[in-house]
T-cell receptor, first 117, second 115 residues
């Protein structure tokens, strides 16, 4: 079984400051890892994902995340926050089955990002 | 349509009533998923469809919950005899059926309030 822990239900940063949203996971097999963003009254949108290969993953809107197996972490970062980044962010994990496919996402509880002018 | 759509966007019902929530997936997506998002919680997986069959119903919380799908199209999630703890946002997602990672595309959700 998989689980996800997002440290900090609410993170507040100033515009232009570094954004760091923390995610730790547990999985019995090498996981696939995802970050989703949810804007008010909208569905979740995929920011980035890690499956295999390069551990530093770049996504949309200038976000990136690094898979660190030794730390079981997949923290999300952005060098400079923009007002439009204010949203709720969810980290998710799935465990591929023996056929390499996966479907069930296990989500963290989410981190609400506030960007102050 | 361009994305996953869900209806209604909001539903208020009285305890004990039945409700139906609808999901229209992206055209061509063979896989469809239902999740529940309770206040302050992450998303909980409910059920997964591949075509119109449901290989995994493990997340349905009780036998009051059921879902069906017509072909590779619309899905309906039905909650019978609603309880206050059923209040949540119900999210639907769809994806292509591909081995490997399947990116799930989410709808805007249905906010269910049980009084």
């Amino acid at each position: 079984a998989q689980s996800v822990t997002q440290l900090g239900s609410h993170v507040s940063v100033s515009e232009g400051a570094l954004v760091l949203l923390r995610c730790n996971y547990s999985s019995s097999v090498p996981p696939y890892l995802f970050w989703y963003v949810q804007y008010p009254n909208q569905g979740l949108q995929l920011l980035l994902k890690y499956t295999t290969g390069a551990t530093l993953v770049k996504g949309i809107n200038g976000f990136e995340a690094e898979f660190k197996k030794s730390e079981t972490s997949f923290h999300l970062t952005k060098p400079s926050a923009h007002m439009s980044d204010a949203a709720e962010y969810f980290c998710a994990v799935s465990a591929p089955n023996s056929g390499g496919s996966n479907y069930k996402l296990t989500f963290g509880k989410g981190t609400l990002l506030t960007v102050n002018p | 349509g361009a994305g996953v759509s869900q209806s209604p966007s909001n539903k208020v019902t009285e305890k004990g009533k039945d409700v139906e929530l609808r999901c229209d997936p992206i055209s061509g997506h063979t896989a469809l998923y239902w999740y529940r998002q309770r206040l302050g919680q992450g998303l909980e997986f409910l059920i997964y469809f591949q075509g119109n069959s449901a290989p995994d119903k493990s997340g349905l919380p009780s036998d009051r919950f059921s879902a069906e799908r017509t072909g590779e199209s619309v899905s309906t999630l039905t909650i019978q005899r609603t309880q206050q703890e059923d209040s949540a946002v119900y999210l639907c997602a769809s994806s292509f059926f591909l081995a490997g990672v399947r990116e799930q595309f989410f709808g805007p959700g249905t906010r269910l309030t049980v009084l």
